[in-house]
């Protein structure tokens, strides 16, 4: 089951991922909730995976996505606190040069403080 709390500031949406992201359904639900609290005012994601356990290619995709969404509407997507499984899979499939990955962040005021 995978859970998903939102908080937005500014111009930055924070989203805690906790949970697994291999189903086609959760991937979609994340998407629609994410997607449905970003605009052009408010187009910066900040994704904290600290509890996310794992991803496959559904959740990836689904990432992708939110990815677009944001740089259309002129703003970013970050991921953040990735563990080692999650690290070595954005390396093999080259997605770590298209995401931009902080660590050791502890919430969006950290995050905004860091860039």
Do not use: P
């Amino acid at each position: 089951m995978l859970e998903i709390n939102i908080l937005k500031d500014s111009n930055y949406l924070w989203a805690d991922i906790k949970g697994k992201l291999i189903i086609e359904e959760d991937g979609k639900n994340m998407f629609e909730q994410i997607s449905s609290n970003i605009s052009e005012k408010c187009s910066n994601i900040v994704l904290n995976f600290q509890d996310l356990e794992y991803i496959n290619s559904s959740g990836f995709n689904h990432l992708l996505k939110l990815l677009t969404k944001s740089r259309n509407l002129g703003g970013d997507t970050f991921l953040c606190n990735i563990n080692s499984v999650i690290d070595t899979l954005l390396i093999t499939t080259k997605l770590n040069t298209i995401f931009k990955v902080e660590n050791n962040i502890e919430n969006l005021e950290d995050f905004l403080n860091k860039q």
